[in-house]
């Protein structure tokens, strides 16, 4: 009988021209633990469909060292909700609330006015897929040659400049409504959750025909990233893909 799995990969860059990386994310239990670091950082590997598995990539935002910090408190309180994780069917709408608690609670600490983190947060609970975002961080499904976009974006364009409406640290007195969906498990498919370090870099149609391979999701994870720092690289650079089997 076969077992439905996920393969996974993910590569996580500081870019080019940044001189930190602010992004970090979750991926079956690794995380970018050292936020000082300049090196990028890469995992793979498979998980079974019935581990109810969190990936999860965040961007973290708030100017100086505010931004690496939200990241990486939204990548360790994923770690340590999900050792709880099979108590739930569905728990990316309380992981959501959780890391948001949590990064206001260390924004008071510092005595900061604000910062927070985007997210792209999907979950397999075997026949399901569970997504949520929050801010310009996407989701994209790729079935059958066809790249959808599946998360919302909330951004707010003045210009030139864009505003992240929605975030991970919204302060009391600001709704934190996050998009959130779901879908079924199928094989063959992939995802890839990014930060806006790939998608402001690269089109949809350039992405697609990056991922669109059956090639081991770590080089196609590579080249994706590398695709995004050869035409500049302008901000940190993470690309997390995902291939059910």
């Known amino acids: ?21 602010e992004d970090n994310f979750y991926c079956a239990g690794h995380i970018r633990d050292d936020v000082n670091s300049v090196l990028d950082v890469a995992f793979s590997g498979k998980v079974d469909a019935d581990a109810n598995e969190l990936f999860a990539v965040f961007d973290g935002m ?15 309180e994923s770690l ?21 608690n949590a990064i206001c609670q260390e924004t008071e600490a510092r005595s900061l006015v604000l910062m927070g983190t ?14 949520l975002n929050s801010g310009d961080s996407r989701i994209y499904r790729l079935s059958g040659h066809e790249l959808e976009q599946l998360s919302m974006e909330h951004v707010a364009l003045s210009g030139s400049s864009k505003a992240i409406t929605q975030f991970f640290g919204m302060p009391e007195g600001y709704e934190a409504a996050p998009y959130a969906a779901r879908g079924k498990f199928k094989p063959g498919d992939m995802y890839l959750l990014c930060s806006d370090g790939v998608t402001d870099m690269l089109s949809d149609d350039e992405i697609c025909r990056i991922i669109d391979d059956r090639m081991d999701l770590d080089v196609l994870a590579r080249a994706l990233t590398d695709a995004a720092l050869d035409r500049g690289g302008m901000d940190n650079t993470t690309a997390l893909l995902l291939r059910m089997t």
Request: charged share 25%; glycine share 6%; hydrophobic share 40%.
């Open 1 to 21: 009988m076969h077992k439905n799995r996920v393969e996974y990969a993910v590569v996580c860059s500081m870019g080019k021209i940044r001189k930190n990386n």
């Open 62 to 76: 708030g100017g100086e060292a505010c931004g690496e910090v939200a990241s990486y408190v939204a990548a360790t």
């Open 80 to 100: 340590v909700f999900t050792r709880s994780k099979d108590a739930y069917q569905e728990y990316l709408k309380p992981l959501a609330a959780r890391i948001n």
């Open 118 to 131: 985007t997210a792209a947060m999907l979950q397999v609970h075997s026949e399901d897929i569970f997504i």
